[in-house]
Structures are given as structure tokens and as C-alpha cells.
């Protein structure tokens, strides 16, 4: 069975929004600069789990580019791994948690990241079904549903979840110190210590070395002081202040719809 198209339509009822900064009215245009994610009223902050909760569990964690998800969501694949996902970077497997871009972002313009949200969206609601395909059903591959979906957006977004990374922030820029590839980070600050130093001059922060300056300008530039012209959202710093964490980072996050019809039975049949 083919499926050519993939049609999404964001549904926001009922639902009060704090439009911090971003006007949800404005469709048209350029993003708009130095804006906030959109946070539903009662958005929920995930902090950090003792012990190994989510042992046994397999996350996969997406990107058409080795700067996405370091960049916007290094801080959370951290925690969910130290808390006893199975973390894996693309992989065919039964997932049960996925990170990826949001296929309702606001303001998306690159077409890898559009199209790698709406394949994936797709993908995830096929996965659990068990109607369709069924040539993979005799070749023994079982529905396996995605419970947890944690999408993060460049630029504005309608957020309802922020997730404490304090514990994992150097975590965080060691990933995006490995990635010297592709994107702002990698060795971008001993490249600025060095062009500095051409012109007599220094940042403090900077430290030093080229290892302590690529650092501290992941941290305090790339992730925070500089981050909307960097990334194209709020400072992971600023969005931590905002809840009384130091650092976090916002997502659109889809967890599993449980059933209330059991508890409305038991409260509320009679014997007849």
C-alpha cells in the first residue's frame, strides 16, 4: 500500500497559550527575531529521574543534519540515556521514544528538517497500527507503537514541556565539541581566540587555550548569550530561568493518550 501524501494540520483547541514574545496570529513572512517558544498553560517540567526508570527502553534520536540534535536536544538525549534509554542515532529497531524535529515547527524554511519531522510523524503513527501492510505482518514484524515523541523546532513553537538539563550541560557541549563539521560550534571558539589575538585583543571567557575557548563559547555563546543569531531560539540559560532551572530546553511533546473508560466504569456502574 503506497502513501504519496502527508497532510498536517496543527489543532490547538480549547488551550489557552501564553504567547511570550510570539504572536501565534502572524503566519506570513521571515521568523520573527528575539522570540520565546509558545508555552501552553500547565506545560510540565521534566527533571531529573533517580535510579534507571526507563531501563529496557530503546530511543532514537533523528537528524538530517550531525548538528541538530546536539545543538537543540544534546542536553535531553543525556538525560533520558542516563536515566536507561538505549539511545540510538537512526537504527531499525522497536522504539520507544523518539527525538526529532517538530512536523508542526512555526517558520521552518529548510526542507531536510520539514521533511525528516513529517516522514518520521508518519512513520510513528503507522508503527503501532496493525491494519495495514500485512505482508510485514507475515514476515514477523509486529506493531510496536512510540509512546514518547519530544520535538524541538528552530525558531518559534508551540511548546508544553521543558526539560531540565542543568546536570547535563557539559554533556551537552562535549557533543557539540565532537561535532566540528557542521554547525556553529565544533572549534568556532578557538577560532575567534585567534582572530581576537590578530587584533590585540582577548575575551576572558574564552579562557586559555583553543580546548577551554572551544568550550566557553559553546556554553556561553552558541547555547546562550548569542543563541538567536546562533540556533534561532531562546538561550537554553534564559529558558532555565524562566521555571527556576539553570538550563533547559523546550519541546512539543506527544506521550501516550491512557484510556479513563476503566476508571469511569468503576466509578459510576451499577449492579443491575
Same mark, same amino acid.
Given at each position: 500500500?503506497?502513501?504519496?501524501?502527508?497532510?498536517?494540520?496543527?489543532?490547538?483547541?480549547?488551550?489557552?497559550?501564553?504567547?511570550?514574545?510570539?504572536?501565534?496570529?502572524?503566519?506570513?513572512?521571515?521568523?520573527?527575531?528575539?522570540?520565546?517558544?509558545?508555552?501552553?498553560?500547565?506545560?510540565?517540567?521534566?527533571?531529573?529521574?533517580?535510579?534507571?526508570?526507563?531501563?529496557?527502553?530503546?530511543?532514537?534520536?533523528?537528524?538530517?543534519?550531525?548538528?541538530?540534535?546536539?545543538?537543540?536536544?544534546?542536553?535531553?538525549?543525556?538525560?533520558?540515556?542516563?536515566?536507561?534509554?538505549?539511545?540510538?542515532?537512526?537504527?531499525?529497531?522497536?522504539?520507544?521514544?523518539?527525538?526529532?524535529?517538530?512536523?508542526?515547527?512555526?517558520?521552518?524554511?529548510?526542507?531536510?528538517?520539514?521533511?525528516?519531522?513529517?516522514?518520521?510523524?508518519?512513520?510513528?503513527?503507522?508503527?503501532?497500527?496493525?491494519?495495514?501492510?500485512?505482508?510485514?505482518?507475515?514476515?514477523?514484524?509486529?506493531?510496536?507503537?512510540?509512546?514518547?515523541?519530544?520535538?524541538?523546532?528552530?525558531?518559534?513553537?508551540?511548546?508544553?514541556?521543558?526539560?531540565?538539563?542543568?546536570?547535563?550541560?557539559?554533556?551537552?557541549? =562535549?557533543?557539540?565539541? !565532537?561535532?566540528?563539521?557542521? &554547525? #556553529?560550534?565544533?572549534?568556532?571558539?578557538? /577560532?575567534?581566540? %585567534?582572530?581576537? @589575538?590578530?587584533?590585540?585583543?582577548?575575551?576572558?571567557?574564552?579562557?586559555?587555550?583553543?580546548?577551554?575557548?572551544?568550550?566557553?563559547?559553546?556554553?556561553?555563546?552558541?547555547?546562550?548569550?548569542?543563541?538567536?543569531?546562533?540556533?534561532?531560539?531562546?538561550?537554553?540559560?534564559?529558558?532555565?530561568?524562566?521555571?527556576?532551572? =539553570?538550563?533547559?530546553? !523546550?519541546?512539543?511533546?506527544? &506521550? #501516550?493518550?491512557?484510556?479513563?473508560?476503566? /476508571?469511569?466504569? %468503576?466509578?459510576? @456502574?451499577?449492579?443491575?
Amino acid at each position: 500500500m503506497k502513501r504519496r501524501d502527508f497532510v498536517s494540520e496543527f489543532l490547538v483547541g480549547g488551550t489557552l497559550l501564553k504567547t511570550r514574545g510570539f504572536n501565534i496570529s502572524q503566519r506570513a513572512g521571515s521568523p520573527p527575531q528575539g522570540v520565546s517558544p509558545t508555552l501552553t498553560e500547565g506545560v510540565f517540567v521534566e527533571r531529573a529521574a533517580s535510579g534507571k526508570p526507563h531501563a529496557g527502553k530503546v530511543l532514537a534520536a533523528i537528524q538530517p543534519h550531525t548538528d541538530d540534535i546536539p545543538i537543540f536536544a544534546g542536553g535531553t538525549v543525556a538525560k533520558l540515556v542516563g536515566e536507561g534509554y538505549t539511545g540510538y542515532l537512526i537504527r531499525f529497531l522497536k522504539i520507544d521514544t523518539i527525538v526529532c524535529y517538530d512536523p508542526w515547527g512555526i517558520y521552518e524554511e529548510n526542507p531536510d528538517h520539514y521533511v525528516t519531522a513529517q516522514v518520521v510523524e508518519a512513520a510513528c503513527w503507522m508503527a503501532g497500527m496493525d491494519l495495514d501492510y500485512p505482508e510485514q505482518m507475515a514476515a514477523g514484524l509486529q506493531p510496536h507503537a512510540v509512546k514518547g515523541k519530544y520535538y524541538f523546532a528552530r525558531g518559534p513553537q508551540i511548546a508544553n514541556r521543558v526539560v531540565d538539563i542543568s546536570p547535563w550541560i557539559d554533556r551537552k557541549v =562535549e557533543a557539540n565539541l !565532537a561535532n566540528k563539521t557542521q &554547525g #556553529p560550534c565544533g572549534e568556532n571558539g578557538a /577560532r575567534l581566540r %585567534s582572530r581576537l @589575538a590578530s587584533q590585540k585583543l582577548r575575551l576572558p571567557i574564552l579562557g586559555p587555550d583553543d580546548d577551554a575557548a572551544n568550550r566557553a563559547y559553546i556554553k556561553n555563546i552558541v547555547l546562550d548569550y548569542d543563541s538567536l543569531s546562533q540556533r534561532g531560539v531562546l538561550s537554553d540559560r534564559e529558558l532555565g530561568r524562566r521555571f527556576g532551572l =539553570e538550563w533547559a530546553e !523546550a519541546f512539543h511533546y506527544i &506521550g #501516550p493518550q491512557e484510556s479513563q473508560l476503566e /476508571r469511569y466504569i %468503576s466509578e459510576r @456502574a451499577v449492579a443491575i
